[in-house]
């Protein structure tokens, strides 16, 4: 067969047939990325303001379609904003935890010893207390604002990734890759950023995105406790506000836990999807 023909009887790439769960993640999340991206041009007064009628329920009014809340604030605006106060977070969140997790595991697995002894110790006591307890207490001592939601969330987010990355590094340090770069003189710097964490970015990826969806309903869990920044509308402090009508209009909760729902549900399909398309042993 010429290399034309072989060309032509190449089965094209199967990876939007074997990962269907990759796509459907990955339109969910652009849509709510396009909801935070047009925030400010679709709705540019503030969505804290006080704009109609109290309790006006959805899709009975043009101008607010997706209803108003007990203070008469559009949940359609709040909505909106929130996706951008709520990503932002989770997102930061993550690169606290990620920084924090793949130079804890990195340091520990490669050089073991004492040094990853004590890194294991700090790890398991961070991992003693529940990571949301953690946050919260960290969060009800400083102020609950935006920033440091999202640096209570992120410290307390790192020790499972840390022991991930570890894993992954031990198993490294002893393969061949490793060994010939040590024979050839290689410095631990030049072994580690390129030998070993190009080849532990996989897990840290699918870890990732899980993460981002973690952070965002740990945010939740604290704006529906009244730990949320009050200043900011997030889908967190929308539902602890629709939380005290929950029998009457239970909408004004639920509109905003709908969109919790779907950027969650986004992520995790991209976590699994994302794992099946860089595993090397699906793609045999």
Known sequence: MSSLQALVHRSPPTWRVRSPSALAGAVLLALISLMALSAGALFPGDPLDMVGTPFLRPFTDAAHPLGTDM???DLAAGIFHGARASLVVALVATAIAVALGVLGGVIGGYHGGWIDAALMRVTEFFQ???SF???LAIVAVLQPTLTHI???IGITSWPGLARLVRAEV???RHG???QAAVALGASDARIVFREILPNVLTPVLVSSSLMVATAILTESSLAFLGLGDPNVASWGNLVGAGREVLRTDG???TVPGIAIVLTVLGLNLLGDG???LLDPRAQR
């Open 128 to 130: 003693t207390v529940p």
């Open 251 to 253: 909408y004004v909760a």
């Open 150 to 152: 999202a640096l209570a």
């Open 133 to 135: 307890l953690f946050a």
């Open 71 to 73: 203070l008469g604030r």
């Open 170 to 172: 031990l198993k490294l």
């Open 274 to 276: 994302l794992g099946d």
């Open 176 to 178: 061949e890759m490793v």
